[in-house]
């Protein structure tokens, strides 16, 4: 990249902003934090899922003492698989709130709360193998217990993920679609523009939301449905956009030059009038990202998005809503939070590729 380039004026430009690239390290944070989930989230059983409803719905900072009883059941599971989709866990993780050790057993007492007695159980030293003290440990839940008990800083790490990555694969899509019928739409114009125009406008007419619960349905509730059924309907204004800036751009002189080359026209629209337009795309994207993750969140809080126990931001707001007025609002506050950050991040970065991009200023 030469230091007179459009490209490196560009970028000078939008180091300068400070909101556009304060909001690409919080995008940037998130990403890492979503492939490393696993790593750094507390409870790194898949799904983040691990559930104690003895202690469901405690305050953040909540601290309890925990015994880990081990089932004697091998793991072995390899690194990667670990990283990507947590561990597989088979050992019993209960919540006590006291122990004591004789000569053979272990005797302890489960948690529970509101004041009340747990049960006393005993279970022989035999299954420890070693010091049972090393089974035993203090456990702090920095955001605190969802309703089921499970950790929800956890599932906050864990559920950055569908939020994050739905918006890589619904742009891709979206960019994939979009970006052909309306290069082919722009360049071609005639009947070839009159058939797609007329596919694009019947697809606009559809309200977003009603398309996507219409497409999740034909393809079933799950995750990477979710993620098609978004991308689906993201390209009408990628077409769009491209159509126009290749209309306007197909009269220009080196395309002219091109076609008395004797180019073909898809080299024409790929090598030479799409990397000259790709300035509203970028920006179109950056915009995509903020609508797909909002699409995903309102899936998720119907119930047709990621399904249970898979953590979403938007299952989470789902299932804790009413906590709002039971006097414990952080439970459905937090991921709402971590929605509006991520979304106001890809919008500020948006606006701030816009004015670096923009040649007039």
């Given at each position: 990249?030469?230091?007179?380039?459009?490209?490196?004026?560009?970028?000078?430009?939008?180091?300068?902003?400070?909101?556009?690239?304060?909001?690409?390290?919080?995008?940037?944070?998130?990403?890492?934090?979503?492939?490393?989930?696993?790593?750094?989230?507390?409870?790194?059983?898949?799904?983040?899922?691990?559930?104690?409803?003895?202690?469901?719905?405690?305050?953040?900072?909540?601290?309890?003492?925990?015994?880990?009883?081990?089932?004697?059941?091998?793991?072995?599971?390899?690194?990667?698989?670990?990283?990507?989709?947590?561990?597989?866990?088979?050992?019993?993780?209960?919540?006590?709130?006291?122990?004591?050790?004789?000569d053979t057993n272990l005797i302890y007492t489960e948690y529970a709360s509101d004041g009340l007695q747990g049960l006393v159980r005993t279970i022989p030293l035999d299954n420890f193998g070693?010091?049972?003290?090393?089974?035993?440990?203090?456990?702090?839940?920095?955001?605190?217990?969802?309703?089921?008990?499970?950790?929800?800083?956890?599932?906050?790490?864990?559920?950055?993920?569908?939020?994050?990555?739905?918006?890589?694969?619904?742009?891709?899509?979206?960019?994939?679609?979009?970006?052909?019928?309306?290069?082919?739409?722009?360049?071609?114009?005639?009947?070839?523009?009159?058939?797609?125009?007329?596919?694009?406008?019947?697809?606009?007419?559809?309200?977003?939301?009603?398309?996507?619960?219409?497409?999740?349905?034909?393809?079933?509730?799950?995750?990477?449905?979710?993620?098609?059924?978004?991308?689906?309907?993201?390209?009408?204004?990628?077409?769009?956009?491209?159509?126009?800036?290749?209309?306007?751009?197909?009269?220009?002189?080196?395309?002219t030059a091109a076609r008395a080359l004797g180019y073909t026209d898809f080299r024409i629209i790929f090598r030479h009038i799409l990397p000259n337009i790709m300035a509203?795309?970028?920006?179109?994207?950056?915009?995509?990202?903020?609508?797909?993750?909002?699409?995903?969140?309102?899936?998720?809080?119907?119930?047709?998005?990621?399904?249970?126990?898979?953590?979403?931001?938007?299952?989470?707001?789902?299932?804790?809503?009413?906590?709002?007025?039971?006097?414990?609002?952080?439970?459905?506050?937090?991921?709402?939070?971590?929605?509006?950050?991520?979304?106001?991040?890809?919008?500020?970065?948006?606006?701030?590729?816009?004015?670096?991009?923009?040649?007039?200023?």
């Amino acid at each position: 990249m030469s230091k007179g380039s459009l490209t490196h004026l560009a970028l000078q430009k939008f180091k300068k902003n400070f909101w556009g690239v304060f909001s690409l390290g919080i995008i940037v944070l998130v990403g890492l934090v979503s492939v490393f989930a696993y790593i750094l989230a507390p409870d790194n059983s898949q799904n983040a899922n691990q559930m104690h409803l003895s202690i469901h719905s405690k305050s953040p900072g909540f601290t309890v003492t925990m015994l880990t009883i081990p089932s004697g059941v091998k793991n072995e599971q390899g690194f990667l698989d670990k990283l990507f989709f947590g561990k597989k866990t088979t050992d019993s993780e209960i919540p006590i709130s006291g122990y004591k050790i004789s000569d053979t057993n272990l005797i302890y007492t489960e948690y529970a709360s509101d004041g009340l007695q747990g049960l006393v159980r005993t279970i022989p030293l035999d299954n420890f193998g070693s010091k049972p003290e090393n089974f035993i440990h203090k456990k702090t839940f920095v955001f605190g217990t969802d309703k089921y008990g499970r950790d929800l800083l956890s599932r906050i790490l864990v559920g950055a993920r569908i939020s994050f990555f739905i918006g890589f694969v619904a742009v891709f899509i979206s960019l994939l679609i979009g970006v052909t019928m309306g290069s082919i739409a722009g360049y071609f114009g005639g009947k070839v523009d009159a058939i797609i125009m007329w596919i694009i406008n019947v697809t606009w007419s559809i309200p977003t939301l009603l398309l996507v619960i219409a497409i999740t349905l034909a393809l079933g509730k799950g995750f990477w449905q979710v993620f098609i059924a978004v991308g689906l309907t993201m390209w009408v204004e990628v077409a769009r956009v491209v159509r126009g800036q290749v209309m306007s751009v197909k009269k220009m002189q080196y395309v002219t030059a091109a076609r008395a080359l004797g180019y073909t026209d898809f080299r024409i629209i790929f090598r030479h009038i799409l990397p000259n337009i790709m300035a509203p795309i970028i920006v179109i994207s950056a915009a995509n990202f903020a609508a797909a993750i909002l699409i995903e969140s309102g899936l998720s809080f119907l119930g047709i998005g990621a399904q249970p126990p898979m953590s979403s931001w938007g299952a989470m707001i789902k299932d804790h809503y009413n906590y709002i007025i039971l006097g414990k609002p952080y439970l459905a506050l937090i991921p709402g939070l971590c929605i509006m950050l991520l979304v106001m991040s890809f919008m500020l970065m948006g606006n701030a590729l816009r004015d670096a991009l923009d040649v007039k200023t």
